[in-house]
């Protein structure tokens, strides 16, 4: 049958895939759009098995807090390169992600990836899309946090977002700002009871060989890695970082000022460069 200029768009507007992929996609479903759609869902597997070896380091980081503000999720969809990852109907996708992820509340990236996207599951948009856009596209990370009240921050550029989860009253200026210092100061943990024994093990050898090669006396090893880990946590764990919006003091002491009572319980924090 013949395939209309009409049909074509109709097609396009369903898919967003390029002209001349309806037109071929029509012609090969003898017009019936179902298929035609189905037939770019499947080119899209085949684009993405073809590119399945390439390296998608590209993409957009986003954060997002649920309506009550008690529900944040943090994903990473990728792409091969900027110029794909500045597209904007392929940060419309991740921001509709994202959304799904806040009205759902999976609990991990397989799940996520199972939800319903309009008509379709999460993977198969992105296999739609891999099939527009013809790079490697990847849900490549997802996580979320719950509280009271939950704060997000999302980097100029998207490429660097953080979660922050409170227990207690929290206004929307001070949650930012703690997301914000998420963001800017990567730390390992809330506060240096929650850092991690292996990761407390390893700054500590590190000091070790550190003042060793500094020509210390061996003795003294110990007590010099101890000192500098007190530093580590001073400069690696929320609560006790210099507060990056006045400087002089601690996140801990801004929290005591702007919400008293108010409890960090979790943070997250993703970037592409990571």
Same mark, same amino acid.
């Given at each position: 049958?013949?395939?209309?200029?009409?049909?074509?768009?109709?097609?396009?507007?369903?898919?967003?895939?390029?002209?001349?992929?309806?037109?071929?996609?029509?012609?090969?479903?003898?017009?019936?759009?179902?298929?035609?759609?189905?037939?770019?869902?499947?080119?899209?597997?085949?684009?993405a098995a073809k590119r399945a070896d390439r390296e998608a380091?590209?993409?957009?980081?986003?954060?997002?807090?649920?309506?009550?503000? =008690?529900?944040?999720?943090?994903?990473?969809?990728?792409?091969?390169?900027?110029?794909?990852?500045?597209?904007?109907?392929?940060i419309n996708v991740a921001n509709k992600i994202v959304e799904?992820?806040?009205?759902?509340?999976?609990?991990?990236?397989?799940?996520?990836?199972?939800? =319903?996207?309009?008509?379709?599951?999460?993977?198969?948009?992105?296999?739609?899309?891999?099939?527009?856009?013809?790079?490697?596209?990847?849900?490549?990370?997802?996580?979320?946090?719950?509280?009271?009240?939950?704060?997000?921050?999302?980097?100029?550029?998207?490429?660097?977002?953080?979660?922050?989860?409170?227990?207690?009253?929290?206004?929307?200026?001070?949650?930012?700002?703690?997301?914000?210092?998420?963001?800017?100061?990567?730390?390992?943990?809330?506060?240096?009871?929650?850092?991690?024994?292996?990761?407390?093990e390893k700054e500590l050898e590190i000091a070790r060989e550190?003042?060793?090669?500094?020509?210390?006396?061996?003795?003294?090893?110990? =007590?010099?890695?101890?000192?500098?880990?007190?530093?580590?946590?001073?400069?690696?764990?929320?609560?006790?970082?210099?507060?990056?919006?006045?400087? =002089?003091?601690?996140?801990?002491?801004?929290?005591?000022?702007?919400?008293?009572?108010?409890?960090?319980?979790?943070?997250?924090?993703?970037?592409?460069?990571?």
């Amino acid at each position: 049958m013949a395939i209309t200029a009409a049909d074509v768009a109709k097609l396009r507007k369903m898919t967003s895939a390029g002209m001349m992929d309806c037109k071929q996609a029509l012609e090969e479903a003898n017009g019936d759009f179902d298929k035609a759609v189905q037939i770019i869902r499947e080119k899209g597997k085949l684009v993405a098995a073809k590119r399945a070896d390439r390296e998608a380091n590209e993409g957009v980081v986003l954060a997002k807090v649920s309506s009550n503000k =008690k529900y944040g999720a943090i994903i990473s969809l990728n792409c091969e390169t900027d110029f794909v990852a500045k597209n904007g109907d392929f940060i419309n996708v991740a921001n509709k992600i994202v959304e799904i992820a806040l009205q759902q509340q999976p609990k991990t990236l397989e799940e996520l990836k199972g939800l =319903k996207f309009d008509t379709i599951s999460v993977q198969e948009k992105i296999n739609e899309q891999i099939a527009v856009i013809g790079e490697k596209i990847d849900l490549t990370y997802f996580d979320f946090v719950t509280g009271d009240f939950v704060a997000a921050y999302i980097h100029a550029g998207n490429k660097l977002a953080s979660l922050v989860a409170f227990q207690g009253s929290v206004d929307e200026q001070t949650g930012k700002d703690v997301a914000m210092q998420i963001a800017a100061m990567s730390p390992v943990s809330v506060d240096k009871d929650d850092v991690p024994a292996d990761v407390i093990e390893k700054e500590l050898e590190i000091a070790r060989e550190k003042a060793r090669l500094e020509g210390k006396p061996e003795n003294m090893l110990d =007590k010099i890695a101890q000192g500098r880990l007190q530093k580590f946590f001073q400069e690696s764990t929320l609560l006790n970082q210099e507060f990056i919006k006045e400087g =002089k003091i601690s996140v801990r002491d801004y929290l005591a000022k702007n919400a008293a009572g108010a409890k960090v319980i979790a943070i997250r924090r993703y970037s592409l460069a990571d």
